[in-house]
């Protein structure tokens, strides 16, 4: 989990390069320039990646705002990795602007009103494996009736302006 804070202070001599990042609840916790890490945007979240080669993090000044996951170091709590907060908003921008899917599954019994849709699937990544279980496109079909009295409907949406939509299997296209 990402957690972000301010820094203090860092000292940038050659021999220190570390430095303390103050949290809004006041807590301070230690970081080193060498647990500075890129970041770029994965699947669904933030990954954590080393910076291109022949190029490295800038300092971080005080009141620099560094995103960071919380490890446990020799003397206690350390931002490990972190980076500059500006790498964090880049790639969430990019994550966001990634349509985002699920497939749904209502199952109803014969002479019952349907049950509550389940969702089997969300992501944005159609080459997700766990996708091809929960809607394969040779087995599954946006209607499903069997013989025994029960029905089975499966259906993919697309997040819409904050509202989902259901539309055609999206890897179709």
């Not at 970041?39 to 990646?49: L, S, T, V, Y």
């Not at 899917?101 to 089997?120: C, D, H």
Request: hydrophobic fraction near 30%.
């Amino acid at each position: 989990m990402f957690e972000k804070g301010a820094v203090k202070f860092f000292d940038s001599r050659d021999n220190k390069r570390f430095g303390f990042i103050r949290l809004e609840s006041g807590e301070e916790i230690f970081f080193h320039f060498n647990d500075g890490r890129n970041m770029e945007a994965g699947k669904d979240r933030p990954e954590w990646c080393d910076p291109p080669r022949g190029k490295r993090l800038w300092d971080p000044k005080a009141n620099d705002v560094l995103v960071f996951e919380r490890t446990i170091g020799n003397q206690g709590p350390k931002a490990s990795p972190w980076t500059h907060e500006q790498l964090y908003l880049r790639a969430m921008k990019v994550i966001n602007s990634r349509p985002r899917y699920r497939v749904m599954e209502q199952i109803t019994t014969a002479g019952s009103e349907p049950g509550e849709p389940i969702k089997l699937w969300e992501g944005t990544d159609l080459n997700d494996p766990n996708l091809t279980r929960a809607w394969h496109p040779q087995h599954d079909r946006p209607f499903f009736a069997h013989d025994d009295g029960f029905e089975i409907r499966k259906w993919f949406e697309v997040l819409t302006q904050g509202d989902w939509v259901k539309t055609e299997d999206p890897r179709r296209y």
